[in-house]
């Protein structure tokens, strides 16, 4: 992550990344405000105890750099919706479902009932308040087997009965689907077999005597964290964050907030799940589910983006002051 001022963003369209052997890294303005900007950088893998110096570059300020594949911008920044996001080239997985996106390189899938997935200008519809739902989508990449940071968006309203929610699943396998851990966390949700999971329902069920979001291990047939701190009313949009820091540890948050891709950094998701899961790295599996049982509702999946987890649980980052 990098952070510029006013002053070096000219028209925000004229600066690249370089390095030496190189030509451009990969990289993806999330926003820019009248004193500053905040890019990612796509660096690669560096060796332990080691550094790589890169470069930044500016044209004139009448040139535009932009493309939506090396140089880029969160979706709502370009004049034309979409127009300059290169997100997919930058972090592991990466999907924006919100206006023409549609589904942005991901593969909707039906497991229960006749629902299939649609692509909306509020997102992938996952369900449309019916019974016995069930529908998950997979981005076009595998994710790497390593400590990562998920985050992502969706949000329901309105329903006959609207109780059920969605589940986040890592590592597992899509050989084999199968119902939320432990009879407690009920629902119509599916993941995959032996994977972490993080689920969210808002109204009705419950883990433990609570309502959920709550952390699930399918492997053990487990409840790893839970909290009651979701409110029981609608409509609501959710931001979430599951986090795998090791091969057997996690955490995780909610937070009832509307955000964008523009912003996603900005939200400060209160971690208030945490946990020993076992080994997490068994399949290059990242999934979100949606599925209603007694009640149903609309779900729609709005974002997501899967990045590596940073050294020590601290982000990379560098500020620079003015430029002649």
């Known amino acids: 992550m990098a952070h510029l001022t006013h002053k070096q963003l000219h028209t925000g369209l004229n600066w690249a990344v370089l390095h030496p052997q190189l030509p451009i890294i990969p990289s993806w303005l999330e926003n820019y405000t009248s004193t500053h900007a905040i890019w990612w950088i796509k660096v690669g893998s560096i060796p332990a105890s080691s550094s790589i110096t890169v470069y930044m570059g500016f044209a004139s300020n009448s040139t535009n750099l932009f493309n939506n594949k090396t140089i880029g911008e969160a979706p709502q920044l370009s004049p034309t919706y979409a127009e300059y996001d290169d997100g997919a080239n930058v972090f592991l997985s990466y999907g924006d479902f919100l206006g023409t996106a549609g589904f942005d390189g991901w593969t909707p899938y039906v497991t229960s009932g006749k629902f299939t997935p649609v692509a909306t200008s509020n997102g992938i519809e996952m369900t449309n308040d019916t019974v016995s739902e069930g529908t998950h989508i997979l981005p076009p990449n595998p994710l790497p ?31 084999s689907l199968v119902g939320p851990p432990v009879v407690k966390c009920g629902g119509g949700n599916l993941a995959s077999s032996d994977s972490v999971m993080l689920m969210v329902e808002p109204i009705g069920m419950n883990c433990s005597g609570k309502y959920i979001p709550a952390i699930l291990d399918s492997k053990n047939n487990a409840i790893i964290s839970t909290v009651n ?30 955000s964008s891709l523009s912003n996603f950094s900005q939200v400060n998701v209160p971690i208030t799940m945490s946990g020993s899961i076992p080994y997490a790295f068994n399949f290059p599996t990242l999934m979100i589910a949606a599925g209603t049982g007694g009640g149903y509702d609309y779900n729609y999946v709005r974002w997501v983006i899967a990045r590596a987890y940073p050294p020590n649980g601290v982000i990379p980052s560098v500020s620079f002051g003015s430029v002649s």
């Open 145 to 175: 087997e390593e400590p990562v940071i998920v985050e992502y968006s969706w949000n329901f309203y309105g329903g006959t009965s609207p109780t059920d929610g969605e589940i986040l699943s890592l590592f597992g396998n899509l050989g």
């Open 229 to 258: 701190d979701l409110p029981s009313t609608t409509p609501q949009v959710y931001t979430e964050e599951l986090v795998v820091s090791s091969s057997t540890t996690v955490e995780a948050g909610v937070i009832n907030q509307s």
